[in-house]
Each structure stands twice: as structure tokens, then as C-alpha cells.
């Protein structure tokens, strides 16, 4: 995702980057703009990554947040990543592109799943069906893959097709 992402707002005319990264919770909106930042923080004087801004604000550490920005990013130049689930906030703020990012793809959401599940990239016989079921009903969500690869790791066939009738 990073590497189609970020082409297209390299070239900018200003010193300030603005990016949206908006879509449903579990979509791995966080973890995209984690990856950025870690990618190309080096090129910028100054940088700062910042999660769970709407939970701290809510604990009023608004000021903490400000504060930690302030120091981490005072000298030099840097982009804004905005993660949310509404889009009005980005509009709101005036990014001029948003990105919604989709769901992994089948092999990829597969890969992702059986890595939490049975630390493989393919599963064992007998579970090849039952994976692609729990892959299809997480419907390419990272935070579904992950969650429920890791409750169905170490359990057996007949608690996997259990937990499937219960989802």
C-alpha cells in the first residue's frame, strides 16, 4: 500500500505535506501511516509520530500531544498523516487528497491469517477450506485477520468449524 500511496504526494510545492488515510476501524489505517512514517521520516529534519490521538484527547492530554509534536518536529518540516473513520474531518481540515484504503486481497489476507493461526504461510490438510472460510468472512480487514487467526491458533478442526458457526 505504501509504495502506491506515497508517489503520488511526493513533488509537492510546499514544506507541508497533508494526508487523509480514512475508512472503517481494523482497516489497518494506523499501521499504513506507521509505515509511512518509518519509511521517509529520515528525510525530513524533524518528525513525529503520534497514534491514538482521538483516546488521549478524550483523557484531556491534548496539551502532552502538542507538546511532544512541538519537540520532535520544531526545527524542520514535516508531513501530516491524519488517520480517521470520518471523512469530514479530512475535508474539514482541507487535505487535498484522501486516500480510502481497501482490504487485503484474498492471497494476501490468506497469508496473514495462517501466519497468527498456525504460523504458516499455507495451511495444514483439513484446514485449506476452513481458512478461506474465516478469510472471506473477515473480508480483507487486517485487525479481523489478526484477531481471529489468533483465536483459532492452536485449537483443532472441530473448534475452528465451531467457531465459524458461531461467527
Given at each position: 500500500m505504501v509504495a502506491e500511496l506515497i508517489p503520488s504526494y511526493l513533488g509537492f510545492g510546499n514544506d507541508i505535506y497533508m494526508m487523509g488515510i480514512c475508512g472503517m476501524g481494523g482497516l489497518g489505517k494506523t499501521t499504513l501511516a506507521s509505515a509511512i512514517y518509518y519509511e521517509y521520516s529520515d528525510l525530513f529534519e524533524g518528525s513525529s509520530f503520534i497514534a491514538n490521538v482521538r483516546e488521549r484527547s478524550e483523557?484531556?492530554?491534548?496539551?502532552?500531544?502538542?507538546q511532544q509534536l512541538l519537540d520532535e518536529i520544531l526545527e524542520g518540516s514535516s508531513w501530516i498523516i491524519i488517520t480517521t473513520r470520518d471523512e469530514h474531518v479530512l475535508v474539514d481540515n482541507g487535505m487535498l487528497k484522501i486516500?480510502?484504503?481497501?482490504?487485503?486481497e484474498d492471497d494476501d489476507a490468506s497469508k496473514l491469517f495462517c501466519s497468527k493461526a498456525i504460523k504458516k504461510v499455507q495451511p495444514e490438510e483439513g484446514y485449506m477450506q476452513l481458512s478461506q472460510k474465516v478469510v472471506g468472512y473477515a473480508s480483507g480487514l487486517p485487525l479481523a485477520l489478526v484477531t481471529l487467526g489468533s483465536f483459532l491458533a492452536g485449537r483443532n478442526i472441530d473448534e475452528w468449524k465451531s467457531a465459524l458457526e458461531n461467527f
Amino acid at each position: 500500500m505504501v509504495a502506491e500511496l506515497i508517489p503520488s504526494y511526493l513533488g509537492f510545492g510546499n514544506d507541508i505535506y497533508m494526508m487523509g488515510i480514512c475508512g472503517m476501524g481494523g482497516l489497518g489505517k494506523t499501521t499504513l501511516a506507521s509505515a509511512i512514517y518509518y519509511e521517509y521520516s529520515d528525510l525530513f529534519e524533524g518528525s513525529s509520530f503520534i497514534a491514538n490521538v482521538r483516546e488521549r484527547s478524550e483523557k484531556d492530554e491534548l496539551h502532552e500531544l502538542q507538546q511532544q509534536l512541538l519537540d520532535e518536529i520544531l526545527e524542520g518540516s514535516s508531513w501530516i498523516i491524519i488517520t480517521t473513520r470520518d471523512e469530514h474531518v479530512l475535508v474539514d481540515n482541507g487535505m487535498l487528497k484522501i486516500y480510502k484504503p481497501n482490504g487485503l486481497e484474498d492471497d494476501d489476507a490468506s497469508k496473514l491469517f495462517c501466519s497468527k493461526a498456525i504460523k504458516k504461510v499455507q495451511p495444514e490438510e483439513g484446514y485449506m477450506q476452513l481458512s478461506q472460510k474465516v478469510v472471506g468472512y473477515a473480508s480483507g480487514l487486517p485487525l479481523a485477520l489478526v484477531t481471529l487467526g489468533s483465536f483459532l491458533a492452536g485449537r483443532n478442526i472441530d473448534e475452528w468449524k465451531s467457531a465459524l458457526e458461531n461467527f
